[in-house]
Nanobody, 122 residues
Framework: QVQLVESGGGLVQAGGSLRLSCAASGRTFSMYAMGWFRRAPGKERVVVAA????????YYASSVKGRFTISRDNAKNTVDLEMNSLKPEDTAVYYCAAKSKPPTITSLYDYWGQGTQVTVSS
């Protein structure tokens, strides 16, 4: 089992920045990749960014490419999401997730955090 705890959400004005952090504990040696997902009101949960745990392969949704940066610290078992130039449409609950099986890093995640609210005001 892997436990995930997110932090760093909040309220920010459009154009502002936030940094989300996810701390993993438990069987972290089994992780293949970690990702950030979000669920906006009335919409399905979608992948925002993902990173492989060992190879540094990353993925970004087109809607956030160039504005968001995902990074990992293997020694601390953390994955962060730096979010810049935030837009009202980025408002959502953001979830950290981890998976143990290759090859994809954008789907089939096994473990989920509780979520953290990000609200961007216009």
């Amino acid at each position: 089992q892997v436990q995930l705890v997110e932090s760093g959400g909040g309220l920010v004005q459009a154009g502002g920045s936030l940094r989300l952090s996810c701390a993993a504990s438990g069987r972290t040696f089994s992780m293949y990749a970690m990702g950030w997902f979000r669920r906006a009101p009335g919409k399905e949960r979608v992948v925002v960014a993902a990173i492989s745990w060992s190879g540094g392969t990353t993925y970004y949704a087109s809607s956030v490419k160039g504005r968001f940066t995902i990074s990992r610290d293997n020694a601390k078992n953390t994955v962060d999401l730096e979010m810049n130039s935030l837009k009202p449409e980025d408002t959502a609950v953001y979830y950290c997730a981890a998976k143990s099986k290759p090859p994809t890093i954008t789907s089939l995640y096994d473990y989920w955090g509780q979520g953290t609210q990000v609200t961007v005001s216009s």
